[in-house]
């Protein structure tokens, strides 16, 4: 599976960006998906899941209330909407692809990864 991150750009403060995930290739609808990010100089870090379903989502608590992850199984496709973004958030998002059903917090959890989109918010 190859997994296709975009939506990312340069947006000030308390502004809005939506990215997208797209999965080619080898794809199931039975996967987990998640999103990740690595801030500059830092270790990358879980930010949102979803389920396989769509049903169960789970989120960092420093996006949690800002940021909505949801997935359309369609098009093998997963967006994370970013609201109210703080200078903080400024990173680079990986999107992924978990082992199972579920999406997890932890990156051993995820055996597939996207390039990154990188998110910079200005102060």
């Known amino acids: 599976v190859q997994l296709q991150a975009s939506g990312g750009g340069l947006v000030q403060a308390g502004g809005s960006l939506r990215l997208s995930c797209e999965a080619s290739g080898r794809t199931s609808s039975n996967n987990g998906m998640g999103w990740f990010r690595q801030p500059p100089g830092q270790e990358r870090e879980f930010v949102a899941s979803?389920?396989?379903?769509?049903?169960?989502?789970n989120y960092a608590e420093s996006v949690k209330g800002r940021f909505t992850v949801s997935r359309r199984k369609a098009s093998n496709t997963v967006s994370l909407q970013m609201n109210s973004l703080k200078p903080e958030d400024t990173a680079v998002y990986y999107c992924?692809?978990?082992?199972?059903?579920?999406?997890?917090?932890?990156?051993?959890?995820?055996?597939?990864w996207g390039q990154g989109t990188l998110v910079t918010v200005s102060s």
């Open positions: 992924a692809r978990a082992r199972g059903s579920y999406g997890r917090t932890s990156q051993s959890d995820y055996n597939a």
């Open positions: 979803i389920s396989w379903s769509g049903d169960s989502t």
